[in-house]
């Protein structure tokens, strides 16, 4: 028989390729320590844990107290860490809401206290996701998952008005409930220095107050990347909401002070929006719109545009338009590190105004010699 040290280098990375590429192949890392080590790699890169509103109620849960006693190596091995934190049923209890961010809180603040000791890492990624089981949506309508693990909504776009009558109709409470925000302080919890990334997925619906955020970024002190994917809530919140919220989460820069890389994405779903639209006219029936003297996208690509002075990569996807990016940008402003910056515009479609879209790149141009170092510019 032969043995395996006395296969060739390629024939056992071949061989090893194939054994990680399935599931529950931990059994075998005791072959050798080859084995051992690309089994390890591979099984501690992307950890997942998953938190339930009942953990709030009881001891610490086995799965941090394990998390904080991982080896030094394996600690060095972990990239991703994917923290799922399970909402109750929906129900009338008033206290509902307090409960939720009770639960969240005690599984940040569990998560902080068994990374206090891990090492300081490059590229570890801290991924939140906060989501309510699949049977909620029953209230809803049918067939629709709602931030759950393994999400995979149907192209509800490609759906008729006759198709979207057969959905029950949401609840005002539960229209707002499925994007409402979360407001809570971290319990008095230690600094994590392992993690360079934080990852705010849009299966994450219901968005973190940026006092919150802002808590948490404090606590990570060598936090380099954010990513926050937001849902355009415009049509059930006003069109002014969004505003308010990245005002809120830029009057505090001391959280973002190492941040280099930043990345905002902006989804969209067409159901949501029909149905906060026919909403809508109930509501401009008994209550007066406010006047307001800017239109918000002017005023939120200027909170963007300040905030992206110090970073050295930028991307903001369907959030602000390219033209009011750089219409709030001033002439004696250097962008001193800016390396990539990726913007979107409603003017790039094939059927766009020629004009426009020729103004748009001129400015483009004209703003990056006030970015010396950068590499990389997609519109």
Known sequence: MTLWGSLPQEIRSMILGYVVAHDHIAPYAPVSIEWRDAIEKTTFRDLRIQASSLDARHSTPTVFQTLGRLRYRHRRLVKHIWLNVELETRNCDRSR?????????????????????????????????????????????????????????????????????????????????LFSSLAFELQSGPSVQAVTKLLLPRQCRRQLEPDTLSCILKRLPRLEEISLETW???????????????????????????????????????????????????????????????????????????????????????????VDFFSQCQETWLWADLRSLTLTSRLLTCDGDSFEIHELLQTAAQMTKHMPKLESLTI
């Open 97 to 177: 809401n307090e409960h939720e961010t009770v639960c969240i809180n005690v599984a940040i603040t569990r998560l902080f206290q068994a990374l206090q000791f891990w090492p300081a890492q490059d590229d570890l990624t801290l991924e939140i996701n906060v989501y309510e089981p699949v049977y909620h949506s029953k209230e809803w309508f049918r067939g629709h998952h709602i931030g759950c693990p393994g999400e995979q909504d149907g192209d509800m776009s490609r759906l008729s008005n006759s198709q979207l009558q057969e959905f029950a109709m949401p609840s005002h409470a539960s229209l707002w409930g």
């Open 232 to 322: 355009d809530v415009s049509e059930i919140y006003g069109p002014y909401y969004l505003e308010g919220y990245t005002q809120r989460l830029f009057l505090q820069p001391s959280s973002f002070k190492n941040v280099k890389s930043m990345t905002v994405f902006q989804d969209c779903n067409e159901y949501f929006n029909a149905v906060a639209r026919r909403r809508r006219s109930w509501i401009q029936r008994h209550f007066q719109p406010q006047s307001r003297p800017t239109p918000p996208g002017k005023v939120l690509a200027r909170e963007l545009a300040v905030a992206s002075l110090p970073l050295e990569n930028l991307s903001l996807s369907f959030i602000v338009d390219a």
